[in-house]
Structures are given as structure tokens and as C-alpha cells.
């Protein structure tokens, strides 16, 4: 009897583990990747210009990496990173727009794979222009 009365302690504690583990993972992947950065709003508008802006501030500084069109694996990626699709629902770094802001200005840790893009985007109109233009591009938020 007590074997019986022990299984099935041992069964309920590792199912309400299970739950337990299944629930913090669903509250992870929901709450933002950057508290800080998902507070802050896009200033820029838009516009058909800054989504033109955007796409051009792309092609010059992201496309190698994330491919024509944000669908991730560009031709010049570095060696062993899988740049992922910037056009689907999952936004592994965040999906705010001050999250995007902040993985493009600031770059990627631990080991920067994505680089900052501080030193070559000066002006944050620019960053938060290709930040529409990626909006532009993938699922409506």
C-alpha cells in the first residue's frame, strides 16, 4: 500500500513539475527579450519614404547576412550562424519595435554574430527606418 501511496506521490510531483516547467517556458517566450527596450516607442513614422529609406539602409548593411527580403541565411553570413528570417512571426531577440531597434543598433551577445550597427547607422532615424521597413515586409504586429 505505502508502494502504491509513494508512486503516485512521485508521479504527482513530477507531473506538477512538468506544469510547472511548461508554464514558465510559455511565460519566457512572451515576455519581452529587453524590458527596457520593449518600453521604448518608434519616433519614425511609417512612411512610404521610410520604408524606402529603410529598405536602402538594409541592402547596403543587412541583406549579406539576413538575405534579399529579411528571409535569413544571407550569401555572407559568417561561417556557422544562421542569420534568421526577419519576415516571420518569431522574433527570437524580441519583437517590439524598441526590441528591433535595440538588436540592430547595439547587436547581439554574447558572442555578436549580429554586430552593432552603431558605428555604421549613426542617425537612429536611420535604424528606426529599416525598422519599418522590416515591418513592412512580415506579419502586421
Not at 507531473?15 to 527596457?36: G, R, Y
Not at 555578436?112 to 529599416?130: P, R, S, Y
Request: glycine letters at 8%.
Amino acid at each position: 500500500m505505502r508502494t502504491i501511496q509513494a508512486t503516485k506521490a512521485i508521479f504527482c510531483g513530477a507531473a506538477a513539475a512538468w506544469l510547472v516547467a511548461i508554464s514558465a517556458a510559455a511565460i519566457s517566450a512572451q515576455a519581452p527579450k529587453n524590458a527596457a527596450a520593449a518600453k521604448v516607442k518608434n519616433p519614425v513614422k511609417a512612411t512610404a519614404e521610410s520604408i524606402d529609406a529603410g529598405k536602402t539602409a538594409y541592402n547596403k548593411y543587412c541583406k549579406f547576412c539576413h538575405a534579399e527580403g529579411g528571409t535569413g541565411n544571407g550569401a555572407l553570413a559568417p561561417k556557422d550562424t544562421h542569420p534568421p528570417s526577419l519576415v516571420d512571426a518569431t522574433w527570437d531577440h524580441g519583437s517590439t519595435d524598441g526590441e528591433i531597434f535595440a538588436s540592430i543598433k547595439d547587436g547581439i551577445g554574447p558572442k555578436f554574430d549580429m554586430k552593432a550597427m552603431k558605428a555604421k547607422m549613426t542617425n537612429d532615424t536611420d535604424i528606426w527606418n529599416v525598422v519599418n521597413y522590416l515591418r513592412s515586409l512580415g506579419p502586421k504586429k
